[in-house]
């Protein structure tokens, strides 16, 4: 089939791997899906090639079977401490002062990415945040203005180059060629964002098991990323010293009665957690995994809030902040992100497409739904091609954004 769409969501506990292909009018089918956990990963970056391989086709396979069908090339989330990004600008100059083109927009973009990198570091996206024709300002689309000069102001995000390449290693290692690493904020955002709160202004803080990942969007565009090296897997850990219960089983009290705000949860309600020793289980106070939870949960809200003031945009965001991520299914993390933030505070969960089932439209497959909405911009691969290369995100921003 010549018209699929694959996203590999590649995360600190669980892979997940979409088949997608699109309706004649124009609507997403998902084909199959696979679901594997994690191996050979920390924070997001890969730290054993042979574990993580692995579990990438345990993913693979598992949504190959589903869908009957060979996958060639997938659009593959990256994220990890080593992401790193800063605003640039780059300018050209139009002769005769003709029309803008899209080669002029290119030159432009191009103009901004040829910046001084250390050598071990490779840029992931370079994507316009406005241009200026001349003396014009805060311009969103420049094809077809007159003008004799045009500069674009842009968001560039970098990555470790071994950890890209270690990436890269993996998911070539399953045959497979890669159309573009998306910084997985960015993904998420397609899928959990409407188009309103990206052009008022809207902070998206995707809090997975090893990372949170943030990006700040302004008229439209992507003004501000950031990955923070915390995460849920820092929840089960504190609740597994805290219950003195083994991480798996943390990992399931977290899931099943664990919330932000102690004070929504009765002081007498016990619940049985596995323990270790001979005991085979041990009653604690439901209360008492509460307080725990809820001083990393403040911890890493706090950590988000930090990160937006200093970004300088924390007044310009009167759309406020969407969590997303699994860990934002936490009960009471919401309201507790209201009580930190004091702007207005949802749950980001990703917008019915489709056919996809509700199971998949959750926080937790964010990312992995919206690397799916970010090649259905770009459009179905070529299952001939096998891209090993980096993209600079300028065909998506192209092909979302200009006309024609």
Known sequence: MSDLITAIDVGTTKICTFIADQTPEGRLRLLGAGLARSQGMRKGVVINVAAATQSLTESIERAEHDANVTI?????????????????????????????TRHDVDRALDAAR???IPSDREIIHTIARSFTVDEQEGIQVPIGMHGYRLEVNAHII??????????????????????EMVL?????????????????????????GGTTDIAIFLGGSVWHTIVLDIGGD??????AVGMQTPFEAAEMLKLRYGHCLPERIAADEVVSAPAFGDAPTQAVFRRDIAEILQARSEEILVMIQR???????????????????????????????????RMPVRIGVPASIGNVQKQWLTPAFATGVGLLLWGQKIGPADPQRKTTGLSSGLRVWLRGLLPG
């Open 234 to 239: 820092n929840l089960t850990r504190d609740l």
């Open 114 to 116: 040829a910046i001084p």
């Open 307 to 341: 990160e937006i003031k200093r970004s300088g945009y924390d007044g310009l965001l009167p759309a406020g902040v969407v969590l997303t991520g699994g860990t934002a299914q936490l009960q009471g993390m919401k309201d507790l992100g209201r009580q930190i933030f």
């Open 72 to 100: 060639r090339n997938a659009y593959v989330g990256i994220v990890g401490g080593h992401i790193s990004s800063h605003n640039g600008t780059g300018a050209v100059a139009i002769p005769r002062g003709r029309s803008i």
């Open 158 to 179: 970098t990555g470790a180059a071994t950890a890209i390449s270690n990436l890269m290693k993996c998911i070539e290692s399953n045959n497979i060629g890669i159309d």
């Open 184 to 208: 997985q904020p960015l993904a998420s955002g397609e899928a959990v964002l409407t188009e309103e709160e990206k052009q008022s202004g809207v902070a998206v803080a995707d809090i997975g």
